[in-house]
């Protein structure tokens, strides 16, 4: 079946701009993740969405990052007024509970580069 | 917190040989563990997993065994190709409120012909 997308695949943007990066996770999974991914940090959590649940956001690095799950399907996570920090790989993953863990699939990542 | 520590990069061996990347982690219950890999231009896949103490996750001809005397989930592959060159990163999910995977730097493996 389908895995997850995500898009755009490549995001170039100005500094102080804002930019939405969105998700498409695998149909029936509860749970989504973002991550980044960048060269100094490696790969860092940022947000759980769980079904109806209030979000788990304590890996955003600043208040200018957020994101939404519509629908408990399509996930948007929005930075605003981007830092050229910012720039990094971010990773979307989406699971199902299976034998006892939760199994994460991510997608192939949006680029985003802030000159 | 949560940590994984893994061999840094980059490692490059001759096709055949034998391949081990280490990795040892600290966590707050039974963690289960994980290696992704990610090939050039493409995204992360899981690669094998293990939940439980002395669990031997395999998979392509990798395997890796969780060691919890020891902390750790070493990789290994008797004999690599050069399709086997991609990022290796080692990870944990302890559970807890979000089941959120801490990743190890990763591992640049080349495998030359």
């Known amino acids: 079946g389908a895995g997850v997308s995500q898009s755009p695949s490549n995001k170039v943007t100005e500094k102080g701009k804002d930019v939405e990066l969105r998700c498409d996770p695998i149909?029936?999974?509860?749970?989504l993740y973002w991550y980044r991914q960048s060269l100094g940090q490696g790969l860092e959590f940022l947000i759980y969405f769980q079904g109806n649940s209030a979000p788990d956001k304590s890996g955003l690095p600043s208040d200018r990052f957020s994101a939404e799950r519509t629908g408990g399907s399509v996930s948007t996570l929005t930075i605003q007024r981007t830092q050229q920090e910012d720039s990094a790989v971010y990773l979307c993953?989406?699971?199902?509970?299976?034998?006892?863990?939760?199994?994460?699939?991510f997608g192939p990542g949006t680029r985003l580069t802030v000159t | 917190g949560d940590s994984v520590t893994q061999m840094e990069g980059p490692v490059t061996l001759s096709e055949e040989a034998f391949l081990t990347i280490n990795c040892t982690y600290t966590?707050?219950?039974?963690?289960?563990l994980f290696w992704y890999v990610q090939y050039p231009g493409e995204g992360l896949q899981l690669l094998l997993k293990a939940t439980k103490a002395d669990d031997k996750g395999s998979n392509k001809g990798f395997e890796a065994t969780y060691r919890k005397e020891t902390t750790s989930f070493h990789l290994e592959k008797g004999s690599v190709q050069v399709s086997d060159s991609a990022v290796y990163f080692c990870a944990l999910n302890s559970g807890g409120s979000n089941y959120k995977l801490t990743f190890g730097k990763g591992t640049l493996l080349t495998v030359n012909p």
């Open positions: 993953a989406s699971s199902l509970r299976k034998q006892g863990i939760y199994e994460q699939y």
């Open positions: 149909s029936g999974h509860t749970a």
């Open positions: 966590a707050t219950g039974y963690p289960s």
